[in-house]
């Protein structure tokens, strides 16, 4: 059994793929808010930020480098030391046709392994996501084949980028297993639950517990809790020696009825969870720590 942990770290996903702007006026859109919304869950206790971006006329999801460099380059003006995990997870989905099911109908983000760790190859971020979720989505289909996640997995090496490996269902971690068996990833894992999408992982302590015990030893894992269980699976996640996140792009509720008006508000609260049961939260320095990322170069300068 795992006791929990001394000092554990929050991840704040500040807009994701999925939440739309009609849902909340406070989700950031453009790459200045998507840069200011992590800056101010920094502040609030997060150790981490991960990032997706988005079209700054539009708000829908988008694949742009550029928007990825501008939040990028904003955040490391501002601080260095903040964890930076960037998705990989757009580019997966497949809508078939309904007359022509092989064919891609409308909706359809389906794209090379490459094209979709890109941003990751060139911005060199500390963390990116690695999906191993095959699934069904709404009407949709999510694809991450396992000869696909080796080509993704062998671009983040080379950018010498950690993953974070999304785990959706059991089957997902079987699939990580056979992928830490191979060399394609190396240990100590870190992954995530994600828990609350329809067709996967559903919250409970006992689906956390049973996820947990199929992992190696060495892993460090967070359980994510998407829509209403977002702040029940922050004591969840910790309880059973976890680590935890939340943010707009999990929930856009900071209680029944109340919007969360800011990802910062949401830390805050994970935060005082966190506290009240006892635990610490880590430092972007105590986190990489526990990572295993090394120091930046840019915190070394500042500290000598």
């Known amino acids: 059994m795992r006791a929990p942990k001394d000092k554990v770290f929050i991840t704040c996903a500040i807009t994701g793929n999925l939440t739309r702007p009609e849902q909340t006026p406070h989700l950031p859109i453009t790459p200045q808010e998507i840069a200011e919304a992590s800056l101010g869950a920094a502040e609030a206790g997060a150790a981490v930020v991960h990032l997706h971006v988005r079209d700054p006329e539009t708000g829908r999801p988008s694949m742009s480098l550029a928007y990825y460099r501008e939040v990028v380059d904003q955040i490391r003006a501002r601080n260095t030391q903040l964890i930076i995990n960037l998705t990989t997870g757009p580019g997966g989905r497949f809508v078939p046709s309904p007359d022509a099911p092989s064919v891609a109908g409308p909706g359809t983000t389906l794209t090379t392994p490459e094209l979709r760790v890109e941003h990751v190859a060139l911005l060199k971020p500390d963390i990116c996501t690695l999906d191993l979720n095959t699934m069904n989505s709404g009407n949709e289909v999510v694809i991450n084949t396992p000869r696909n996640v080796r080509r993704m ?111 910062a508000e949401m830390v805050e609260k994970a935060r005082r969870i966190v506290e009240d049961l006892g635990g610490q939260i880590a430092s972007p320095r105590e986190a990489r720590d526990l990572i295993g990322l090394p120091t930046r170069l840019a915190d070394a300068r500042s500290v000598a």
């Open 153 to 263: 997995a062998q671009v983040i090496a080379g950018a010498g980028v950690k993953p974070e490996i999304e785990l959706f269902d059991s089957g997902d971690i079987a699939l990580m297993l056979d992928l830490l068996a191979d060399g394609t990833l190396q240990g100590p894992a870190l992954c995530s639950f994600v828990m609350g999408v329809k067709y996967g992982f559903q919250p409970s302590p006992e689906t956390v517990l049973y996820a947990r015990n199929l992992l190696p030893a060495d892993a460090q894992f967070t359980a994510i809790g998407i829509g209403r269980s977002a702040f029940q699976t922050v004591a969840m996640s910790y309880l059973a020696g976890g680590h935890v996140r939340v943010g707009l792009e999990d929930s856009v509720y900071l209680a029944r009825g109340r919007l969360a008006a800011s990802n």
